[in-house]
């Protein structure tokens, strides 16, 4: 995830941004939903993704796989830009929505695991701090009116995702049945219910949007990065 993204950045050009990121007037190309990840605003935006992604992606494939983690990164990405695009129809860059996904994920890895995992209070205290900087971030970023603007729809839809999908994808690691694992299969199915839930509303409301919107309005007025 993260060498691959300093590679592209290294590399590419304004074309091939213009090809891979996400453009509310072109969602019939659907690998944009994937590829605007790649697409960064500038070397700081893109290794504070990365370094947050690796911190938080190693400790992940330690306990989960990389398949696992991998996949939730992706569709974290994916489900946050679908919320960005029902809020704030425009341009969108940068892998924060993924990057939020991974961290709020590592909560249900916390849930699944409680009885077996050491240090959960400083893995809860430093997701808090790091979600409460960026908050704080964002704020001050909006309330000065400074372009690229942060889309904190994705971040916050990414995180929720990321939540949801952890409950779906990662595995507890009792290995016999037991109260704990009857509770795990509850919140298998209720994670697995409500992101199917929130994917499909996004997709609905982005379909309208669209369907309902005169095609010389959807014009792209900001890039957004996450």
Known sequence: MGPGTIIYHAFSNNDVNKALRFEPSKVDQIWRFVTYMLVHDDWYHLILNVV??????????NRQSHLRVLLLYILGGISGVLGASCVHPDLVIGASAGVYALLISNVADIVLNHGNLKYKIYRITSIAIMVLFDVIYDMVHIYSKKEPLISWEAHFVGGLAGLLLGLVLYRDDDEKPSKTSKINRALFWTGLILYIALVISFLLLMIQIKRCTPV?????????FC
Do not use: S
């Open 52 to 61: 947050i992604q690796c911190i938080f992606a190693l400790l992940l494939e």
């Open 216 to 224: 010389d309005t959807i014009y792209v007025r900001y890039v957004y």
